[in-house]
């Protein structure tokens, strides 16, 4: 016996008589609020992403990458700079109980607390709102960790020597010397000089100058590795004096002696 519309008694429960498949409705039920993702959906986001696509490339062309001279291992005195989106952590660890022996703090604690609070936000404040000023929780949070990122990056790029940062990652030519003469093995053993001058002798901004840009005599060179000139102390060579000498007129003919 059935009763109802479409419903038919078995037993104590109540079943659909008849199935119907499970079909979206059409766009036309829907005017003006729906569309067909293909092709109209895609072909909007194809069209914003090739403008996109353009204007990236134009700022690629008219904005050569800030490329810096090959690295040096050598080079202790280096000031690395992070990319921007890293500003923010990168002065962070400048700050006393984030830097020295509180590292650990400023890299891993630190961050690891604000973007946890992120993630937890949501679970937090689990209220059916979305207007921000009646989740006040989830948007402090997140007004808070934006702020903070945007300060952070404001000091770090407002406190760094960008002069001395070209300086240090200028492009130089490289000289070609001699690297198979006497007198530059003989500079290989000297590891006091190689940590300021590098391995090629062309020295490093703002702390060494080249050993072949100088117009000094052999004589003059031997009286600046012994007696030390500005930064440089004296007595720092630990070869002998035949061995200075050779050395000596090696950097006078600037590291193509005949």
Partial sequence: MHRGKGMKFVGDSRVPAERKPNIPKDYSEFPGK??????????KEWMVGAV?????????ISHFSPLER????TDASYIPLPDWYFLFLYQLLKYEFASGDFTVIGAVVIPGVAFGALLLAPFIDRGPERRP???PIA???MLLALVS?????WESVANHDWEAAAKQGAIVEEKQIDMEHEGYQIYLTQGTCISCHGENMVGNPGVAPSMFEHGYTKEEIIDIIVNGK???SGGLFTGT???LEILAEYIAAEGTPE
């Fill in 133 to 135: 000023f009646k989740r």
């Fill in 230 to 232: 500005g930064i440089m």
């Fill in 52 to 60: 996109f696509l353009v204007g990236y490339l134009m700022l690629t």
């Fill in 149 to 153: 990122i945007i300060w952070l990056t």
């Fill in 139 to 141: 948007t402090g949070l």
């Fill in 241 to 243: 004096d035949e061995e």
């Fill in 70 to 73: 090959v690295a040096d291992p």
């Fill in 34 to 43: 729906t569309e067909a993702f293909w092709p109209n959906f895609l072909l």
